[in-house]
């Protein structure tokens, strides 16, 4: 069976990570997204609802396991037995970084290898950060968030403004 992992912070998921999702599920027996539970910045979302955004927005890709993770991604990739990183490339920008990473990943585990999908030229200017930004200034994010995770988003900020918000910390 062959399984790939696509990891991130997913603080939120975007159309351009589902294209990736859709993308990587096609190429493997099964795709685990991997949620980086501790990024070193604060997220906007916490844990459970970057899973509750995810799950509604790739309800619709059927080979798809989203599975949090703390610590090194190599060590998630022996847990999980798989070998292959999926990562996205949107520019030359994201290149450097992710060379770096792959390198010093295959450092530490020479099986494995990293594979990287070129984003979709339509999904190439929108990053979580995009999104973050405009969340936080009331403004339209219909064109960089799928549609089903729009409705879980605004549920989400709507009980955090009324003080009702989930807080598991993460
Ligand atoms: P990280 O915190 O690891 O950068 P992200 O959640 O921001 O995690 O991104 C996860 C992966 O998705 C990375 O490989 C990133 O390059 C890729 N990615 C992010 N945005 C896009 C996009 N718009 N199109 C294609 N890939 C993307």
Do not use: W
């Not at 899973?51 to 309800?59: D, F, K, L, T, V």
């Not at 996205?88 to 970084?97: C, I, M, P, T």
Request: include cysteine; charged fraction near 25%.
């Amino acid at each position: 069976m062959i399984k790939y992992v696509y990891p991130g912070s997913f603080d939120p998921l975007t159309k351009g990570h589902v294209d990736i999702i859709e993308r990587g599920a096609k190429l493997a027996d099964r795709l685990i997204v991997g949620i980086l539970m501790n990024a070193t910045k604060q997220p906007m979302f916490t844990l459970k609802e970057r899973i509750r955004i995810i799950e509604a927005g790739i309800g619709h890709v059927p080979n798809v396991d989203i599975i949090p993770f703390d610590g090194l991604l190599v060590d998630f990739l022996k847990q999980q037995d798989a070998r292959t990183v999926v990562r996205g490339l949107r520019a030359v920008s994201d290149f450097e970084y992710e060379l770096q990473m792959a390198q010093a990943n295959r450092n530490l585990y020479p099986e494995m290898e990293t594979i990287f999908l070129c984003t979709n030229v339509e999904y190439s200017f929108i990053s979580s950060t995009v999104v973050k930004d405009i969340l936080r200034h009331g403004g339209d994010i219909s064109h960089l968030v799928p549609m089903e995770s729009i409705h879980i988003i605004e549920k989400i900020l709507g009980g955090k403004e009324n003080g009702s918000g989930s807080a598991d910390g993460n």
